[in-house]
């Protein structure tokens, strides 16, 4: 099995995440041409309460067999690595099967009491079979990140993408003439098919890597004995994932539980103001299924930086080697801040066109036009949180985020319900609620490890995007293809990406040296 280094395993992760992203552009542009805003925002509704449970089940599980599996591989104890396997992936089956089962049975009361819109029954009962295919996904995955081999998770996560485009649009297309209800759980059926086909890529890939082991025959025997002494050895495991997975996971269930929490209050408050309900859920359907995807398009990068930090920094963090971790710190808020300003700057700069191209709705964008300059907030925090985990502090990280849901919640509940805000209350809601847990969080690491972010690189990477945003200011004004929307959108948009590049290089925030590390193209600058 290939262990990569840091940088080697966040491009392989970033180039994963960058092509999921784009490619789950397709169904965020399709799908509401098919089902429509409605129909979208009845699929944003199911979703959070899948994400809850999901959470529940697996939570902090892959981040501990990441950090555990890293550190028996760093002792030499491939062995261990196994029983730590085969331990996490009991548990989490038979906890995403008996929520498997409690969710059917509860599924109509659920969605007639809990959630504002009874059409998400569809939706509710086609996402349950997906809690055990996750569940066996995500031990997978934070097994391999365990042994920083990344390339399985990021195949997994292509295929998955990729089987989930097809199935998601044609299930909808199917089932919408039987309604909106039908349409949005086709779509949700689709997203299990394609959770199915990347669960397929890890066990073969598994498969793979066992076949492959030179000594597998020799080692057979040896696990043999090993399986005598499972029972303590398996309390010894259950006990010590436990104990790193559950401040995470209560981390993440604060997250969930604010998403879930985030639709419903959102959907009452905008009731109280007096909007109808059909309407409510179409721009809930906005906001969460059009909008807050375009903003997390660079959130492909921020979570592999974090999913590469992780073993990463627990491996330093076992050595007492500070000095490695700052320096990792530092190499992915940086990579996080420099990656993430230029879509940041093309979000602000074009909203409206970016929409009426991708969604043909205009109306939309002024939510993408407030929240794009404080994008950058949820850029770095993806890091900062991995960080705190890595070095045995989450549940610093669960008291920063609780504070900042309760925040958002309480502003949602509060500027929603005003017929004023509406719907940009719940905008700036978010906007508040990422700024604070970023801020907490950077305060948490600078407390924890005495780090200091290179306040040159903030103040370097300001200069660059407003150079850039004055770049595509001009060319979207005076590039001549007014006649043509898309060239002109494209033109301007790519010449404002060439001198952010150009200036970037000029102010040394990335470096020749920095190409040089990357996977693949990086041999081609060697030379």
């Known amino acids: 099995?290939?262990?990569?280094?840091?940088?080697?395993?966040?491009?392989?992760?970033?180039?994963?995440?960058?092509?999921?992203?784009?490619?789950?552009?397709?169904?965020?542009?399709?799908?509401?041409?098919?089902?429509?805003?409605?129909?979208?925002?009845?699929?944003?509704?199911?979703?959070?309460?899948?994400?809850?449970?999901?959470?529940?089940?697996?939570?902090g599980v892959p981040l501990a067999i990441a950090k555990m599996v890293a550190e028996a591989e760093g002792a030499g104890k491939s062995d261990y690595s196994k029983h730590i396997l085969r331990t996490s992936l009991a548990l989490t089956v038979i906890v995403g099967t008996l929520f498997m089962f409690i969710s059917l049975l509860l599924a109509p009361w659920v969605t007639s009491v809990i959630l504002p819109d009874e059409r998400v029954y569809q939706t509710f009962v086609s996402m349950t079979p997906m809690m055990i295919i996750v569940a066996v996904s995500a031990v997978y995955r934070g097994y391999f990140q365990g042994k920083q081999n990344m390339i399985p998770s990021a195949a997994s996560s292509i295929i998955e993408t990729i089987a989930r485009i097809v199935c998601m649009l044609w299930f909808a297309y199917i089932l919408m003439p039987k309604g909106l209800a039908y349409g949005a759980a086709g779509a949700m059926l689709g997203t299990a098919v394609g959770e199915l086909f990347g669960m397929f890529v890890l066990?073969?890939?598994?498969?793979?890597?066992?076949?492959?082991?030179?000594?597998?025959?020799?080692?057979?025997?040896?696990?043999?004995?090993?399986?005598?002494?499972?029972?303590?050895?398996?309390?010894?495991?259950?006990?010590?994932?436990?104990?790193?997975?559950?401040?995470?996971?209560?981390?993440?269930?604060?997250?969930?539980?604010?998403?879930?929490?985030?639709?419903?209050?959102?959907?009452?408050s905008l009731a109280l103001a007096g909007i109808a309900t059909s309407v409510a859920t179409a721009q809930y359907g906005a906001l969460q299924g059009m909008v807050i995807p375009l903003l997390l398009l660079p959130g492909a990068i921020t979570m592999s930086l974090a999913v590469a930090l992780v073993p990463s920094l627990s491996e330093a963090a076992a050595r007492k080697d500070r000095a490695t971790i700052h320096k990792r710190m530092n190499?992915?808020?940086?990579?996080?801040?420099?990656?993430?300003?230029?879509?940041?700057?093309?979000?602000?700069?074009?909203?409206?066109?970016?929409?009426?191209?991708?969604?043909?709705?205009?109306?939309?964008s002024i939510m993408l036009k407030i929240m794009a300059p404080f994008a950058l907030f949820l850029y770095v925090q993806a890091p900062l949180q991995a960080a705190l985990q890595a070095l045995d502090r989450p549940g610093r990280a669960l008291m920063n985020t609780l504070f900042g849901a309760?925040?958002?919640?309480?502003?949602?509940?509060?500027?929603?319900?005003?017929?004023?805000?509406g719907i940009k209350g719940a905008v700036i809601a978010i906007i508040v609620n990422s700024i604070a847990v970023t801020v907490l969080h950077g305060y948490s690491v600078s407390r924890l490890i005495g780090f200091r972010f290179k306040l040159l690189d903030i103040i370097k990477t300001a200069i660059v995007m407003l150079i850039m945003g004055a770049g595509i200011l001009f060319g979207y004004r005076h590039l001549p293809f007014t006649g043509l929307p898309w060239l002109q959108f494209f033109s301007a948009a790519a010449a404002g990406v060439i001198l952010y590049l150009i200036v970037v290089f000029m102010m040394k925030l990335v470096t020749f040296r920095d190409l040089v590390r990357i996977p693949v193209i990086g041999k081609w600058f060697n030379r």
């Open 1 to 59: 099995m290939n262990k990569q280094s840091f940088i080697k395993g966040t491009m392989i992760l970033l180039t994963a995440g960058i092509i999921n992203r784009l490619l789950g552009f397709i169904p965020r542009i399709a799908l509401p041409r098919i089902i429509g805003p409605e129909g979208v925002g009845i699929y944003q509704l199911g979703y959070p309460f899948f994400i809850v449970l999901v959470t529940i089940i697996t939570g």
């Open 331 to 364: 190499q992915a808020l940086r990579l996080a801040l420099v990656t993430g300003a230029p879509f940041a700057v093309i979000m602000y700069i074009l909203a409206e066109p970016l929409c009426l191209l991708l969604y043909d709705n205009a109306e939309i």
């Open 203 to 268: 066990l073969w890939q598994y498969a793979r890597d066992e076949r492959r082991r030179p000594n597998a025959v020799q080692n057979s025997h040896t696990d043999e004995q090993h399986h005598l002494h499972t029972p303590p050895q398996n309390r010894n495991i259950l006990k010590r994932m436990l104990g790193i997975a559950i401040p995470v996971t209560g981390g993440k269930m604060v997250g969930s539980i604010s998403y879930l929490m985030e639709s419903i209050i959102t959907a009452r």
């Open 406 to 421: 309760l925040i958002k919640m309480g502003l949602i509940l509060y500027l929603s319900s005003n017929p004023e805000f």
